[in-house]
């Protein structure tokens, strides 16, 4: 008998203990491929976060797991159907490109599952795929275009050469660049996805003689395009401009000079001025000895965020319609300043333009001009929550 | 016969162990790995169509995922159109899209297997080294294609809202399904053990041992050869209309030359020529894949070298190491 | 015209740019009979030292002079290891021996040098352009390139008709086993011929280093584009190499300039771009299928 009351006790503990199990978040990203380093700056930027609590977000402990995608989407899929089924995961997020993040996000949204983007904000997930169980920290994908086409317009740029890789997202940015700018598309080219060369369109554009460039190139294609581009002598000459995924702290350093002095679009610079953000950069430096890109911002901020609605529940996501409340009202202090959520669940926020700069550390970006102040991405209105 | 015993009782015990797998699973709780080995008897069947032509025939294959790629797309587009009540094209007559798994899969079959046939008509003019780099070419095309085609999402790819219907069968359960897949590959498994055990699989596998030999008995080897082709293709057209299904979206990605590439280590880890072994090779590989990539972010810097290994020492596969006796080829 | 001129040029630098990674592997390719899907990752070893020890030092001469042995001493190391073992199979092991091969050295430069891209200078002596026509500027870096790439190109043709040790290695692609008799080292020279190949590959990848972006990955991109020039041109000859990387750098080249100008005269502008871009992300696969059903060994092929 005595046994018996003495294991009932020991599985009551073990129920007890069960409740103090620290909240998971399985976070699946991508760290392998070229664009490897995206997935890493994500992952640290989380990472700090967790770590300057103790290992808790909000007070509740949290156990982050980590996951390459490999830039996959099938492969994307399968870890996100095994966190949730085997590690019964809730709250899901870091999926760094858009196409793993539609793999991924419209079958785990309609489960009982949180997920929240540190990157990767497709068109269709804030429009009519919008969903109650879905939040984009990081911004709606052509935000970072739109406050570009805004600002060639306002420095009374009359043309523009539009130039991006063959691909929906290409397009989309494309897009987002046309919305605001008020000039002459000279042309739209798109090039090979993944292209090394790009003499052939550097020449083209030199006898397009547009006033402006704008390109949407990410990663080593931007790199590429732009040293070619600096090499053929038209830096000077023609100025281009971009959203900020091809000029983040890490790409700079590879382009070397040939970036220096070109506007970009983004939400986020280290250069901020608010006291969230001037912790982050300082302990950012500290922790991982490189500069934070806005990569490593989102992914804080989406930490930050889950903290504080994990502190709002008390850590119990049982009542999960309650943690989405609580998310929604983006009660903490986010690295960029200003951020709310708007209708779609995706940022209402301010989007600047910065200009590379060489420091004596490398290259990175300042602040140059506020261009839009609590900005609403353009597929709110389709949204019906 | 011995051997032939063991390799007998070696397959049997295999495949009962995936007929009964669902039910020991679901037992103990870890629903989770039923999908997991839907993938793999997935992946398992595009191994086992590419062990075809690289075990059988010894014709090297460097493009065989685009016709996983097309089976997968085709499923994926009449499910599109399904669901935007949009018919796929009006002229010469209108075809509307479906979800009906029986037309779909089917559908698949077919046109990966057209595919298959008119560029296997052009690739198979060629030899050797310049086979697997035209198969190559062919694929990277198709990829290329479809990730600038933005009607159907491009690189973005298309997602599917649930998996096809079959009538009796509820495909959106995940044991229902994986009962679907290893239906699918045993049926491929036994066609494909009838064919090279047949007059025609005797001529196929004479072409790659002594091509001479089989046109001097007046065999028009060609079209042997492109009939075996048109085959693997309509087996791998099979896995990707199931693996759109398994995955509910398909992208370009399938086609990459990398994930061909893949296929090939799978056919190889399980041993060449033996038609079993290129399922076993697919549950090592992706089991490997998976728990390694749960321990070490660099898990490829282990899984090259293991690679290597495996085809320096492991000449006849894992299959070969269980099984022992000969290989089919031999 | 001064467009199609200039466009004319890219497309042969960037030809040259291809054959430097063709001759090395057309060279293991028809002398030893083996299929190297590695030979990217050389590239890339000779992007990530040059780039390296031309960060530290300051100078683009010694990131040169350090990126080829470190591509030919890992190129012979491969061969001792791995492929050595492999002539006498078939080219599935190879192909899959050097794919496991990729993965390895992929993620061993991430773990080395991190996931970041690294940066590479263009040397200030051959930085800037020079005006080759009235109203025609070109990068001098390219011209280098192109300047280096023609180089190689003679001194191969040098070193196979004109020397002793030239003629061993082809004797050796027809014969090893005479060759073998005949007091030749053979396997000392299969070790040689591959760390020339790598070699050439390595010199590939760091001049291709001020151009582009330094990262893991950066073979497989260029690998496949090798592979079809060689193949266009015919496995093993060095000729074949030269022609088929500047068909296939002026068809690349080419395409993406004026194929979109010439869509847009038969269709909408919208349906034009598409149409046009997709293509000519296919072009070189369209010719490479199209040489090989004309001519299945390629153009030029070595032992015809």
């Known amino acids: 008998m005595k046994k018996v009351v003495f294991v009932l006790f020991f599985l009551a503990a073990c129920t007890h203990l069960a409740i103090a199990e620290p909240v998971k978040i399985g976070m699946i990203t991508t760290l392998s491929t070229k664009a490897g380093y995206l997935g890493e700056d994500t992952r640290d930027g989380f990472k700090l976060a967790i770590a300057q609590e103790g290992g808790k977000l909000g007070g509740i402990p949290v156990e982050l797991m980590v996951e390459d995608d490999g830039r996959k989407p099938d492969k994307g899929k399968q870890i996100a159907e095994r966190y949730i089924k085997k590690d019964k995961v809730r709250i899901l997020t870091g999926i760094v490109f858009s196409n793993v993040a539609m793999a991924v996000v419209p079958k785990v949204v309609r489960q009982d599952v949180v997920y929240l983007s540190t990157n990767a904000a497709p068109s269709k997930l804030a429009g009519k795929g919008c969903s109650p169980n879905y939040f984009s920290v990081s911004y709606q994908n052509d935000n970072l275009d739109e406050v570009v086409g805004q600002y060639v317009s306002e420095t009374g740029h009359k043309s523009v050469y539009l130039l991006a890789p063959n691909y929906p997202a290409g397009k989309d940015h494309l897009a987002g660049f046309k919305r605001y700018f008020t000039g002459d598309i000279v042309a739209e080219v798109y090039t090979k996805l993944g292209q090394a060369d790009y003499a052939a369109e550097i020449a083209a554009i030199r006898a397009a003689k547009p006033e402006s460039v704008f390109f949407f190139l990410p990663g080593g294609m931007g790199i590429n395009f732009l040293k070619q581009y600096s090499q053929a002598g038209l830096g000077r000459e023609i100025p281009v401009y971009g959203p900020a995924f091809s000029f983040d702290e890490r790409i700079l350093n590879a382009v070397g000079p040939a970036a220096v002095g070109v506007k970009n679009g983004s939400q986020w610079t280290h250069d901020l001025d608010n006291e969230a953000n001037r912790q982050f950069v300082k302990a950012y430096v500290e922790a991982y000895g490189r500069m934070p890109t806005l990569y490593a911002g989102q992914g804080y901020d989406t930490a930050r965020l889950i903290g504080s609605a994990l502190k709002a529940v008390s850590g119990n996501l049982d009542n999960l319609d309650a943690f989405k409340a609580a998310l929604k009202k983006a009660d903490f202090a986010s690295v960029r300043g200003n951020f709310r959520f708007g209708t779609n669940q995706h940022p209402v926020q301010d989007v600047y333009i910065r200009e590379v700069v060489k420091t004596d550390t490398g290259y990175t970006n300042k602040t140059v001009k506020k261009v839009f102040a609590d900005h609403v991405d353009a597929y709110a209105s389709q949204c019906k929550m | ?330 | 015209m001064l467009l199609v001129i200039e466009q004319f040029l890219n497309g042969l630098q960037l030809g040259i740019t291809l054959f430097l990674m063709s001759a090395g592997l057309t060279l293991v390719f028809g002398i030893m009979q083996v299929i190297n899907l590695a030979h990217g990752s050389f590239y890339m070893i000779g992007a990530y030292v040059g780039a390296t020890v031309a960060a530290a030092s300051g100078s683009f001469l010694l990131g040169v002079a350090a990126a080829l042995p470190a591509a030919a001493l890992c190129g012979m190391v491969v061969e001792f290891v791995v492929l050595r073992r492999l002539y006498e199979r078939e080219h599935l092991d190879q192909v899959l021996a050097t794919f496991g091969l990729i993965m390895f050295f992929n993620e061993l430069t991430r773990i080395i040098w991190g996931r970041q891209p690294l940066f590479m200078e263009v040397p200030l002596w051959l930085g800037g352009s020079v005006e080759l026509l009235p109203g025609l500027v070109y990068p001098v870096y390219r011209l280098a390139v192109i300047g280096v790439g023609l180089a190689v190109a003679v001194s191969l043709w040098a070193l196979f008709a004109k020397t002793r040790l030239g003629m061993q290695i082809r004797a050796g692609g027809v014969n090893r086993k005479m060759v073998g008799a005949l007091g030749v080292n053979i396997k000392l020279l299969y070790t040689l011929v591959f760390g020339l190949g790598t070699l050439l590959a390595g010199l590939a990848g760091v001049m291709a280093g001020p151009i582009l972006a330094v990262e893991s990955g950066m073979g497989e991109s260029i690998l496949i584009l090798t592979f079809v020039v060689i193949v266009i041109g015919g496995i093993g000859s060095i000729r074949g190499a030269v022609a088929g990387a500047v068909l296939v750098g002026l068809v690349d080249t080419l395409g993406r300039a004026f194929l979109p100008a010439v869509f847009r005269m038969l269709f909408d502008s919208s349906t034009a771009d598409s149409v046009a871009s997709s293509l000519a992300s296919m072009a070189i696969y369209i010719l490479m299928a199209a040489v090989l059903v004309v001519k299945p060994k390629g153009l030029f092929p070595a032992h015809s």
């Open chain 2, 1 to 330: 016969m011995t051997s032939t015993l063991r390799k007998n009782s070696i397959v049997a015990s295999g495949g009962l162990l995936l007929v009964i797998l669902p039910i020991l699973v679901s037992w103990s709780g870890h629903d989770y790995y039923i999908s997991l080995f839907s993938r793999i008897l997935i992946y398992g069947l595009a191994a086992v169509s590419l062990d075809l032509l690289l075990g059988f025939s010894g014709m090297i294959s460097l493009g065989h995922a685009a016709y996983v790629g097309i089976g997968a797309y085709v499923v994926a587009i009449f499910f599109h159109h399904a669901s935007e009540m949009e018919p796929l094209f009006t002229w010469p007559f209108v075809l509307e899209g479906s979800e009906n798994g029986l037309l779909v899969l089917p559908l698949a079959v077919l046109i990966s297997a057209l595919f298959a046939l008119v560029i296997g008509s052009l690739c198979l003019r060629t030899r050797g080294m310049h086979f697997i780099m035209i198969t190559l070419a062919f694929a990277q095309m198709l990829y290329y294609f479809f990730v600038s085609l933005e009607k159907y999402g491009g690189d973005d790819g298309l997602s599917l809202y649930s998996r096809s219907s079959i009538p009796g069968m509820d495909l959106g359960n995940d044991i229902h399904f994986y009962y679907l897949c290893l239906g699918s590959l045993l049926v491929f498994i036994f066609v494909a053990r009838r064919l090279v055990y047949s007059r025609f699989g005797l001529i196929v596998r004479g072409c790659s041992n002594n091509e001479r030999r089989i046109r001097a008995l007046g065999i028009n080897s060609y079209s042997y050869r492109l009939a075996l082709f048109v085959i693997a293709g309509a087996g791998a057209g099979l896995a990707g209309g199931l693996l759109a299904n398994q995955t509910e979206y398909v992208s370009p990605g399938l086609m990459h030359w990398t994930l061909s590439g893949e296929l090939m280590v799978m056919v190889l880890l399980g041993g060449l020529g033996t038609l079993f072994g290129p399922v076993l090779g697919a549950a090592v590989f992706l089991l490997v894949e998976e728990n390694l990539a749960m321990y070490t972010e660099h898990w490829m810097v282990y899984m090259g070298p293991f690679l290597v290994l495996v085809v320096i020492f492991a000449k006849r596969g894992l299959f070969g190491l269980v099984a022992g006796g000969e290989n089919g080829n031999e």
